[in-house]
């Protein structure tokens, strides 16, 4: 039962543009979500997060959108530059101060010079 | 403060024998985590601890898999008797505790080959 679902394995964005990457959940009772970034041999590094309560949450070139209503959330990376290029995970938890993420399969980001 | 560290950073090992790995949380972080993550899959949760108290476990942990956290600092995870389906990367990650949600920060992982 995958609950956090990524449907994009893979994205390719030419350098300079916007690039959008989607995920949907299922699972009603998550409230708060967030975005990691992943380089091969590291462990994923934390990017962005939202709260239920809020739609929208940005910082610097990052931005994530939350779609209460359609469980859907996507982070919009603009302008997108070649050092974005990663493998990122949607991750969410459900209760107040419940740590336990659940992730999704990951979108590999290839920026294009 | 130089982040969450995991050890070794891999280890392969024969199928049937026992292995650990160890974690240093981020000071003064009292949540740690272990996460499983397999090719092409995120992350999967496998347990949690609040300090030396092991708070969840999940139906992934079996019988073969134990972790501890005995002073509520390092902790380790052991597999026994592993097996091939075993070989992925075990990562772990901490956090503070707050009022309310917050980031969980990984290490950079131990890679299992179990052959």
């Known amino acids: 039962d995958q609950q956090v679902k990524q449907n994009s394995p893979s994205l390719s964005v030419q350098e300079g543009r916007i690039s959008i990457l989607n995920c949907d959940y299922t699972n009603s009772m998550f409230d708060y979500f967030l975005w990691y970034k992943k380089y091969p041999a590291e462990g994923p590094t934390f990017l962005i997060s939202?709260?239920?309560?809020?739609d929208k949450n940005e910082d610097g070139r990052f931005t994530v959108f939350l779609n209460k209503s359609a469980k859907h959330l996507s982070l919009h990376i603009v302008p997108s530059q070649p050092g974005d290029s990663a493998v990122y995970f949607c991750?969410?938890?459900?209760?107040?101060?419940?740590?336990?993420?659940?992730f999704g399969q990951g979108t590999r980001l290839t920026i294009n010079p | 403060d130089t982040g969450v560290s995991q050890n070794p950073r891999h280890k392969i090992t024969k199928r049937g024998q026992n292995v650990t790995f160890r974690c240093d949380p981020i000071?003064?972080?009292?949540?740690l985590y272990w996460y499983r993550q397999t090719l092409g899959q995120g992350p999967e949760f496998l347990t949690y601890?609040?300090?030396?108290?092991?708070?969840?476990k999940s139906r992934l942990l079996s019988d073969r898999f134990s972790a501890e956290r005995p002073k509520g600092s390092f902790s380790t995870l052991e597999i026994q008797r592993t097996e091939q389906g075993d070989s992925a990367m075990y990562l772990c990650?901490?956090?503070?505790?707050?009022?309310?949600?917050?980031?969980?920060?990984f290490g950079q992982g131990t890679r299992l080959t179990v052959v």
């Open positions: 991750a969410a938890s459900a209760g107040r101060g419940a740590q336990k993420l659940v």
């Open positions: 000071s003064e972080h009292n949540r």
């Open positions: 939202i709260s239920s309560i809020k």
């Open positions: 990650a901490s956090s503070p505790k707050t009022g309310g949600n917050t980031e969980a920060f």
């Open positions: 601890f609040q300090n030396e108290a092991q708070l969840e």
